[in-house]
């Protein structure tokens, strides 16, 4: 993931943080060698090449934040409000943090 990264990332910094390999939609693809050229609108539950795996591993108590997408609002999308980016409260491996969608998390879950 690291050699990807670096490989394919604007500055060629070699020295990337283990959290700064796939903080974000964009870099998460370079780190997993995903193309738009081989996997646009792949089908994540019958693909051969791409699918999402359960891990039996996780907790079921998991701090989940929900939020709308970033950086997509100019494109005038009705989508755009839509809840569909989510990550673990707390993690600093995510781009950008929506503080406000954290507050109404920790009011709803008294945390």
């Given at each position: 993931?690291?050699?990807?990264?670096?490989?394919?990332?604007?500055?060629?910094?070699?020295?990337?943080?283990?959290?700064?390999?796939?903080?974000?939609?964009?870099?998460?693809?370079l780190a997993l060698s995903i193309s738009k050229d081989f996997h646009n609108k792949e089908d994540l539950v019958?693909?051969d090449s791409i699918w999402i795996e359960k891990d039996n591993?996780?907790?079921?108590?998991?701090?989940?934040?929900?939020?709308?997408?970033?950086?997509?609002?100019?494109?005038?999308?009705?989508?755009?409000?839509?809840?569909?980016?989510?990550?673990?409260?707390?993690?600093?491996?995510?781009?950008?943090?929506?503080?406000?969608?954290?507050?109404?998390?920790?009011?709803?879950?008294?945390?």
């Amino acid at each position: 993931m690291r050699k990807l990264r670096c490989a394919r990332s604007a500055s060629g910094k070699s020295s990337l943080k283990d959290n700064q390999l796939c903080n974000g939609p964009s870099k998460l693809c370079l780190a997993l060698s995903i193309s738009k050229d081989f996997h646009n609108k792949e089908d994540l539950v019958t693909s051969d090449s791409i699918w999402i795996e359960k891990d039996n591993n996780v907790s079921k108590n998991l701090d989940i934040v929900v939020t709308k997408r970033i950086g997509i609002d100019s494109y005038g999308y009705e989508w755009a409000s839509k809840p569909f980016r989510f990550y673990l409260l707390g993690s600093n491996s995510i781009s950008i943090r929506d503080r406000n969608a954290e507050q109404e998390y920790a009011l709803k879950s008294n945390k």
